[in-house]
């Protein structure tokens, strides 16, 4: 089972120091520790950096700052059966 909350502080540690606001995924890159490799996991969801831009729309860009980019990314998750 997929702990919501880990990963949200997951996401949101990974992403937090991105230069906001950010216009695209590419922007974010600099940001994640591992770059595209950083993995996110809990319980049985693992996925990279990298596989997250691929399986979700990347998020509805532009975004201001790191908590509306998290939600959009963790909604996207669940609607496409991920969590």
């Given amino acids: 089972m997929v702990d919501e909350a880990d990963l949200r502080e997951q996401l ?5 120091d991105a230069e906001y ?8 890159v600099p940001a994640l520790p591992n770059g595209p490799g950083t993995t996110f996991e809990s319980g049985e969801f693992s996925m990279t950096a990298m596989e997250l831009n691929a399986k979700t729309s990347g998020g ?3 975004y201001d700052g790191v908590d509306a980019l998290v939600d959009d990314l963790l909604a996207e998750l669940r ?4 969590l």
């Fill in 79 to 82: 609607e496409r059966g991920e």
């Fill in 12 to 16: 949101t540690d990974a992403f937090e």
């Fill in 21 to 28: 606001p950010v216009s695209g995924p590419m922007e974010l």
């Fill in 60 to 62: 509805d860009f532009p």
